[in-house]
């Protein structure tokens, strides 16, 4: 990715956009969003970052250990290491044998309308989510330049296999508006050099591995597709 510079009102950037903590009264780092666990190594140049205070930054970490070995495993149909499809996945189970455990518990085996066995796994959605937030709230400060504040309004993760044709087209629709999003901020660079952005609107973070756009619709509407197999929408009231 190509590194950008935010231009935009710097007095939205003077405290945790999780915990509300004012950065001079506790110990700041950046945080990559999209969690780096979920992206495959090499990275990407310049992946995006914000600052955030660092106990926030710690208690995130095992939720995304969690996340990514949960993908990791559904998209393996196996919590097992050495089947997995997902390097990252791969390395945290082989080194946590409990949350391997805890992953193989989560599976379920069901039969399908022809009576043949198929294997879901049940995710600790508590976690999932807060994941999920997490870099949502990140891309709407990397992009936008301005808090998500509050609870969301709307939380939704759904794997995109399960999509209706009509649901997947209306998720995979990103409108933008006409209105310009505030001056300096990267997603208004973005709109007009087209930095990173494909033509259908969706930001690539990794190519089949993380895509994804923020919209201001009266909301801030985050979505991202992980691993083109899971879908995600948060969305924020202005408050």
């Keep these: 990715m190509k590194q950008m ?3 935009a009102d710097e007095r939205h950037k003077g405290w ?3 915990c509300k903590a ?3 009264s506790v110990e700041s780092n950046l945080d990559h969003v999209p969690s780096k666990t979920i992206l495959d190594r090499p990275f990407p140049n310049d992946l995006p970052t914000v600052r955030i ?3 926030c930054n710690t208690s995130f970490s095992n939720d995304e250990e969690y996340f990514t070995a949960f993908l990791g495993s559904v998209l393996a149909g196996s919590a097992d290491p050495d089947q997995q499809v997902v390097a990252r996945s791969e390395k945290i189970l082989d080194s946590n044998y409990r949350l391997q455990d805890e992953i193989e518990s989560q599976l379920q085996i069901v039969k399908d309308a022809d009576g043949n066995d198929q294997i879901t796994f049940v995710p600790d959605m508590v976690r999932i989510q807060n994941v999920v ?3 949502a709230r990140g891309h709407v400060l990397f992009e ?3 808090p998500a504040e ?3 309004a709307r939380v939704a993760i759904q ?3 399960t999509l209706s044709p009509d649901m997947l087209a209306d998720f995979e629709t990103i409108d933008y508006g006409a209105g310009w999003p505030e001056v300096g901020s990267r997603l208004m660079q973005r709109l007009v050099s087209g930095e990173d952005m494909r033509p259908d609107g969706w930001v690539v973070v990794q190519p089949n591995v993380y895509r994804f756009a923020v919209m201001d619709q009266g909301q801030f509407i985050v979505r991202t597709v992980i691993r083109e197999y899971l879908a995600t929408e948060v969305a924020w009231d202005h408050i």
């Design 150 to 152: 509050g609870e969301p």
């Design 16 to 18: 945790c956009i999780h």
């Design 133 to 135: 937030v997490k870099n």
């Design 159 to 161: 794997p995109i296999p």
């Design 22 to 24: 004012v950065f001079g």
């Design 144 to 146: 936008h330049g301005q």
């Design 53 to 55: 205070c660092k106990s």
């Design 5 to 7: 510079r935010d231009y």
